[in-house]
């Protein structure tokens, strides 16, 4: 049985479910590089996953579904967490783009908004943005 049907509706299992999905992203390029793990590392800590549900979540074999969050504050956040593992080791592959793309879809985001989202959040993580959007973040 997997791990996930331990957690029926709780909070954890949306974490798992989370985590696995970040652990997927880091592995799409077939290898998860030592800045990958260290990031699904420090998810796995702020996740509260347990070295058991680590390694499940490891395996090529387990599908996981999206954990979809009702709060649009805790969907981007999710995104945001998935650019940081996709930047983790400061290049972003085609496989990784294409696997934000689904998952922002997946979390409710129409496909216009997920492509906004996705190049706003590019743009930040890369450096590319301007002065004044800069500034608006510095100020927050």
């Keep these: 049985m997997p791990i996930i049907d331990l957690y029926e509706h709780s909070e954890q299992r949306h974490n798992l479910a ?42 090529k074999d387990n599908k996981y ?15 945001f967490e998935f650019f940081q593992m996709a930047f983790a080791d400061r290049s972003i592959d085609e496989g990784q783009k294409r696997m934000i793309e689904r998952y922002a879809i997946g979390l409710g985001f129409s496909p216009d908004k997920a492509e906004e989202i996705i190049q706003k959040s590019f743009d930040i993580f890369c450096g590319k943005i301007a002065f004044e959007d800069y500034q608006y973040l510095m100020d927050k």
């Excluded at 579904?65 to 995104?79: A, V």
């Design 18 to 59: 989370h985590f696995a999905t970040l652990a997927s992203l880091a592995a799409v390029d077939g290898e998860v590089n030592p800045e990958e793990k260290a990031v699904l590392d420090k998810f796995a800590f702020k996740l509260n996953i347990t070295a058991e549900e680590y390694k499940e979540v490891m395996k």
């Design 65 to 79: 579904p999206i954990q979809t969050p009702h709060s649009g504050e805790k969907r981007l956040k999710r995104i």
